[in-house]
C-alpha cells in the first residue's frame, strides 16, 4: 500500500450538546486520524458511538465545539468556535465562495436513498443543478459532464430522465454518488451508504465506490456499522464507542488481530459459520466488568 | 409439524401484479426450530409469514394451504383467525417503535393481551408482566413497566415486544426483520436470548417453533437450522443451514453468499447484476435467469420445480433447490 | 380455490382512482366558476333590475329562483354574486398564504429565536379571534371589500404559517436537503428552489380547504355589513338583504345565496382534502 500526502487530517474534533433538563452530553471526544488521497478509511461503532457525528463535521452540518478538519493541507473548520446562535442549521463563515470552496472539498452520501434525492427533479436536472451551482460548465459542456457522470455510475438513459419515485434503491444511491461526485471532491464520506440497500446491489455498490476511487483518486470516509463491509472496502479503521476512538490502525490489523476488548466485543456480532451470539453477551458483560473496576 | 405450508399460491387480480405474489410455496417448521427464510424485498417472504396470520393482500386470491397445528388458517372463521393470532401464532416486526402505541406504559402493553387473551385477574397479569421482561434480559423490570416506549432504546423495546409476542405462550413465532433495525451487537445479544427461551421452552415441553425472516443470509445460516431462500416469489433452495456456506445449491444462494462481505476473508466481492424482480416483472421460465451466471437458454422457458437432493452424510443433510441444472444433474444420476 | 380479503396490504393500483364525491364536487366547483366567468351570457336579468311588481315571487318560468323584494332575479343576482364571493377569496388568499408561507419557512429554517420570535407571534394571532380583529381593521381603517379581504388575509396568515412551520420543519431534516448544504447551495435559495416545492402539494390542498374557509368569512362579514355595500353584489350580502323577506314567508332571497355559500364551501372541503391526500403523500 503506498502511503501519498494525506487527503483529510481531523484533529482534536469535539462535540457536546445541551441536555432537556440541563448539562450536557458529549458526542464526540478529542477524536483525531488523517486519510492519504485515493485512501479509505472506515469508522465503526454501534448506534450512539458519534461515528454519524463525526461524518457530519467533516461535511459542514455541524459545527464542531473544538478540534480542525483540513483537506489537503488548507483548513476548513468555519471561523467561530464554540457553536454560534444558530447550532443545527449554522452559517459558515466566509460567504458563499468559501461555502463552494468547502463544498468541492468533501461530499457526503447518505444512508436512505428514498430521502436523499430532491423528489422534483429528474437525475439529469439534480446533476445539472449541482454544476450550475458551481458555475462549472455551461450548456454543452454541462450536458456533456452529466452524461460522465450517469456513466461513471452505471445509469442509463432511461434513468436519466426519471424521477427518484422512478428510481430503484440501488439506482437512487447510484444517482447520489454522482451528484457528490459533481463537483470534483477530495474526499467522499458514506453514511452507512449500503446500509439501505438489498444485498445483491449493496455488492454493486461497493464495487462501484471501489471503481470510482481507483479512477478518481477520491478519498473515501466510509462510517459502517457492518464490520465486514469495512473490513472489504477499507484501508484503514477506526473504531469509534461513546464518542471516543477506542482504537484504530490498518484494517487488517484492528479487525483480524483487535487490540481493544470493545472491538473484539463488534467483531463478536458478526455473523459466520459457527457463529454463537452468546459470546456477544458474554463480552459484554465482561467489558462492563471491566469499566467498573477501573 | 407446528407449521406446514403446502403449495401457497397467491395471485393478485391482473393488472395489480403481473405475476403470483407467491408461487407453490412449500415450508415446514417443526417445534423447537429455528427456520430462517431469506430474500430480498419483492421476495414474497413477508408475504408469507402474513398469510400465516391469515392476513392476504387485498383481493388476493389463494391456492394450497396454510396449516398450524394440522388446522387450515385460509380457510378459518374470521372469530377462530383472532384467536388463532392472539393465541397460537406471534409476530414481531422490524421496528419495535411503530408497533407500540406512544404514550402508553410498557406495563400496559404488556398485561393488555394477558388479561384480554389468558382471563387473568389485572394484578396476576402485572406480577406475571415483570416476570416477562426479567425474562428477556430488562434490567429493573418495575421501572420499566411506568416506563413509555420513548424512554427506551430500540433494542431494550425489541425485547418488550419479544416479551409480549411471547406473554401468551404461542407455538409459533414469527420475526419479520426483528434484528435488522438494531445494532449489530443488540442483534446478537437479541439472538442469544430468543434462543435461550426457545431452550428453556424445549426443556418445559411446550416447543416454540420460530420462522425467522431476513434479508440477510449469512445470518440465518449462521442462526437457524434450516433456511428456506426465496426468489421472486419462490422457494429457489432449501436445506439444513450447516450445509448452506459451505455447499448452497441454487445459483440465487451462491451468488447471495458470493456478494456478501465476510470478516477474515480477502475474496473479491462478486456482485449479483441487475436487480430483484418486482411485481411487474414477468417470466416464462425461472426467474432468476436474467441474473444467473450459469442460465443457459432452456432456462428461459423452464418452469420451475423443486428437485430434491440428498445429503453427503444421510437425509439430514438433504435439501432441495428449483434450478433446472440441478433436475439435468439429478435426472443423469438416477 | 378460496377467496380471501384482508387488510390492505400492498399497494394496489385500484385506489388511485378519484371517488365519486370528490368528481361531483370538483365538477359543482367547476360550474360555479363557469357561471361565475359567464355570468353576464347566462343570467336572465341584469342583477339590479327592479321589478316591484313581482316583489318575492316565487320559482316560475320567468324567475326560476325566484325574486327578492325589490322584484330583482334571485338566479341573476346569484350568478354575479359569485364574482365577488369567488375573487374576494383568492386575493385573500395570495395575501395570506405569501405571508403565512414565507413565516413559517424563515421560523422552521432558521430555528433559534427568530422562531420563536415568530411563533410568539403567530400564537398572538391565533388567540385573537379572527373575525374581531378583522372588526378591529375594519373599525380604524373604514369598510370596503379591500380593507375587509386586506384584514381577512391578515388574519390567515398566521393558520398557513404554522402549517407551513410543522410541514418544512419535518422536510428541512430529510438528507436531500442537507445535500443541498452540503453542496454550498445558501439556505434563502435552498427554501425557495427545493425545500417550499417540496410542500406545495399539501400545501395547496389546505388552501383549497381555506379557500371555503375565506369565503364563508367573507360572506359573514358582507352579512354583518362590512364588506362590500351595495350597490355591489355578493352572497353574504345577498343573504343579509333576504333575511327580512323570511319575516314575510318567503324562503328563497335568503336561501339561495345561503345554499350556494354552504355547497360551494363543502365542495372545496371535500376536493382540498383529496388534493393533499394526493399530493401531500408518497415519494
Known sequence: MTRAEPALVVQGLYKSYPLPGGGRTTAVDDVSFSVAAGGSLGVVGESGSGKTTVARMLVGLVRPDAGTIAVNGRERTPGERGGGKLPRLSRPGGGKAARLRRAREIQIVFQDPYVSLDPRLTARQCLHGALRLHGRCEGEAAATRVGELLDQVGLGKREADARPRGLSGGQRQRLAIARALAVDPQVLVLDEAVAALDVSIQAQILQLLADIRRETGVALVFVSHDLAVVRHITDDTLVMCRGRMVEAGPTARVLDAPADPYTRLLLSSVPREGWDPAQTVRLRGELAAATRAA | ?334 | MTTLTAGALLPVKVRARRPVPVMVAGGFLALVVVAAVFAPLLAPYAPDAVDLSASLAGTSPEHLLGTDASGQDLLSRALYGARSSLLAPLALLALAALLGITMGTVAAWYGGWVDTLLSRVTDVMYAFPGLLFVVLVIAVFGDGLTTSVVAMGLAYAPTIARYTRSLALSERSKPYIDAYRVQGMGGARICVRHLVPNLSGALVGYLVVLFGEGLMSLATLSYLGFGAGSPSIDWGLMVQEGQDAVVQGALLPALVPGTAIAAVVVAFNIVGVWVSDRLGQGR
Open chain 2, 1 to 334: 409439524m407446528l407449521l406446514d405450508i403446502e403449495n401457497l399460491t397467491l395471485r393478485l387480480p391482473s393488472g395489480a401484479a403481473a405475476r403470483p405474489l407467491l408461487a407453490e410455496v412449500s415450508l415446514t417448521v417443526g417445534r423447537g426450530e429455528v427456520v430462517g427464510l431469506v430474500g430480498e424485498s419483492g421476495s414474497g417472504k413477508s408475504t408469507t409469514a402474513r398469510a400465516v396470520l391469515g392476513m392476504l393482500p387485498e383481493g388476493a386470491s389463494a391456492s394450497g394451504s396454510v396449516r398450524v397445528d394440522g388446522e387450515d388458517v385460509l380457510a378459518m372463521e374470521p372469530g377462530r383467525l383472532r384467536a388463532h393470532r392472539s393465541r397460537t401464532v406471534s409476530m414481531v416486526f422490524q421496528d419495535p417503535r411503530s408497533a407500540m402505541n406512544p404514550v402508553r406504559r410498557i406495563g400496559d402493553f404488556l398485561t393488555e393481551p394477558l388479561v384480554r387473551v389468558l382471563g387473568l385477574p389485572k394484578r396476576k397479569a402485572a406480577a406475571k408482566a415483570v416476570e416477562l421482561l426479567a425474562a428477556v434480559g430488562l434490567p429493573d423490570p418495575e421501572r420499566r413497566m411506568r416506563q413509555r416506549p420513548h424512554e427506551l432504546s430500540g433494542g431494550m423495546l425489541q425485547r418488550v415486544v419479544i416479551a409480549a409476542a411471547l406473554a401468551t405462550d404461542p407455538g409459533l413465532l414469527l420475526a419479520d426483520e426483528a434484528t435488522s433495525a438494531l445494532d449489530a451487537t443488540t442483534q446478537a445479544e437479541v439472538l442469544a436470548l430468543l434462543r435461550g427461551l426457545q431452550e428453556e421452552r424445549r426443556q418445559a415441553g411446550s416447543g416454540l417453533g420460530t420462522l425467522f425472516i431476513t434479508h440477510d443470509l449469512p445470518l440465518a445460516a449462521a442462526y437457524c437450522d434450516r433456511v428456506y431462500v426465496m426468489y421472486a416469489g419462490r422457494v429457489v433452495e432449501h436445506q439444513p443451514a450447516r450445509g448452506l456456506f459451505a455447499d448452497p445449491r441454487h445459483p440465487y444462494t451462491r451468488g447471495l453468499l458470493d456478494c456478501s462481505p465476510a470478516l477474515g476473508d480477502e475474496r473479491e466481492l462478486r456482485p449479483i447484476p441487475g436487480r430483484p424482480p418486482s411485481l411487474s416483472d414477468t417470466f416464462t421460465g425461472c426467474p432468476f435467469t436474467p441474473r444467473c451466471p450459469r442460465a443457459e437458454a432452456e432456462c428461459e422457458s423452464w418452469t420451475p420445480v423443486t428437485v430434491p437432493f440428498g445429503g453427503a452424510s444421510g437425509p439430514a443433510d438433504s435439501g432441495s433447490a428449483a434450478c433446472r441444472r440441478l433436475e439435468l444433474v439429478a435426472r443423469s444420476s438416477a
